[in-house]
């Protein structure tokens, strides 16, 4: 008897080429409304009767030139301050959020402390804060403590901020599961060995995205410092538009923000997009 032969095995799939089409028609069809939505902006703007006068006194290229050199002094202390109290701010919520997720009757007082902390410098305005430390403590005039508006604005700032990046510390060391402390302390770690090796780490990694909304929004909340007559970029185009009567200085001011916000905003996006990924994996 002769053995029935196996079917012979499908043909393999054809393979398509690129459809350019469907790649670049998303990209196409953004582009285009844009295109329409500034274009149409533009229209209605540049054909108003007073837009003339309105581009002398915001957008003059001369006034702007001319501007461009104290504005960018005054930002570097933006800047200075902006990365002096990140840093500053990274430390003390950590320490406050440690405070609070510490467990146990002894620690009780301390998270309430804590809590208090949380509630009053959320609850309170960043720029309500800058002025009473920009004004009020060097008015004191205090033996020892510095009479700088400029410390005591940044000051402000590290207080406030760190209200808020306290909790997303607290939310990151509560997303860890409750396993990890489990097996931290049947291993004989204490409770600050626990949370120092076993939590911090992967709380750390759960808060990064949403620390970088914070990065981004502390960098502009800077510019509050100007009220207090901190000489930073505001303030620098604020004495030149006194001196001049003209508001191109203020978009000089504006333009050197967005430079150092867009970027840091892509990079926040960056990070959240890859912590996404991660989670994904690991979940797979």
């Known amino acids: 008897m002769i053995p ?6 499908p043909p393999p799939p054809r393979r398509r080429g690129f459809d350019w089409r469907r790649a670049l028609a998303p990209g196409l069809i953004s582009s285009l409304s ?30 702007m030139l001319a501007a461009l050199p104290r504005v960018a002094w005054g930002f570097l202390t933006n800047m200075k301050v902006w990365l002096i109290a990140m840093a500053c701010i990274a430390v003390w919520a950590l320490f406050l959020a440690v405070i609070r997720s510490l ?20 609850g309170l305005p960043a720029l309500l804060l800058v002025i009473l430390f920009g004004f009020g403590i060097p008015a004191l005039r205090i033996p020892g403590l510095p009479s700088s508006g400029l410390f005591w604005g940044g000051f402000a700032m590290v207080l406030s901020y760190s209200a808020y990046v306290c909790e997303i510390y607290r939310a990151g060391i509560d997303a860890v599961h409750e396993g990890q ?28 995205p949403s620390l970088m909304n914070i990065v981004v929004a502390l960098q502009k909340d800077v510019a509050l410092l100007s009220v207090i007559g901190v000489r930073d970029a505001v303030r620098e185009a604020q004495i030149y538009t006194a001196s001049t009567f003209n508001y191109s200085s203020m978009v000089v001011a504006a333009l050197l923000f967005l430079l150092a916000t867009i970027p840091m905003a892509r990079l926040a996006d960056w990070v959240t997009h890859r912590d996404r990924t991660r989670r994904l994996q690991m979940a797979g």
């Open 181 to 208: 402390r489990a097996a931290a302390k049947a291993l004989g770690l204490n409770e600050g060995q626990v949370m120092l090796y076993a939590i911090l780490p992967q709380a750390l990694r759960n808060a990064v």
């Open 34 to 63: 844009i295109l329409v939505v500034f274009g149409g902006l533009t229209w209605l703007i540049a054909g108003n009767e007073n837009w003339p006068r309105i581009q002398r006194q915001f957008f003059s290229l001369d006034h």
């Open 103 to 122: 467990r146990g009757p002894w620690f009780a007082p301390f998270r309430l402390m804590v809590v208090l902390y949380i509630d009053l410098f959320r």
């Open 4 to 9: 029935e032969q196996p079917p012979p095995p």
